[in-house]
Nanobody, 121 residues
Framework: QVQLVESGGGLVQTGGSLRLSCAVSGRTVDNEILGWFRRAPGEERAFVASMSRSGSSTFYARSVEDRFIISRDNTKNTLYLQMNSLNPEDTAVYYC??????????????WGQGTQVTVSS
């Protein structure tokens, strides 16, 4: 079974940066896709970014595409999300997810437990 564990969340001031990590363990597949989602207080979970195994396909939500960078290190089985120019609207619980299928329309099948990111004004 694939398992995901997020880390790196915390408290940061407006304009600051933070890097999240997601450790991937267990048996995976060749057509795997990894992504980040977030759930803000009182809101539903929303897509943030995703990346194929080769790194040739990446996608970002419009709200973060100029500030966040998704990357992965397959030798360490780790997914990253570098977050820059953070603002209070970025405050949320961030989840990494494992998906299968195509990079444009994956099926998300495994979720991590989430890590809290709080941006103070």
């Amino acid at each position: 079974q694939v398992q995901l564990v997020e880390s790196g969340g915390g408290l940061v001031q407006t304009g600051g940066s933070l890097r999240l990590s997601c450790a991937v363990s267990g048996r995976t597949v060749d057509n795997e896709i990894l992504g980040w989602f977030r759930r803000a207080p009182g809101e539903e979970r929303a897509f943030v970014a995703s990346m194929s195994r080769s790194g040739s396909s990446t996608f970002y939500a419009r709200s973060v595409e100029d500030r966040f960078i998704i990357s992965r290190d397959n030798t360490k089985n780790t997914l990253y999300l570098q977050m820059n120019s953070l603002n209070p609207e970025d405050t949320a619980v961030y989840y990494c997810a494992f998906g299968v299928g195509t990079s444009t329309s994956p099926t998300w099948v495994v979720w991590g437990q989430g890590t809290q990111v709080t941006v103070s004004s």
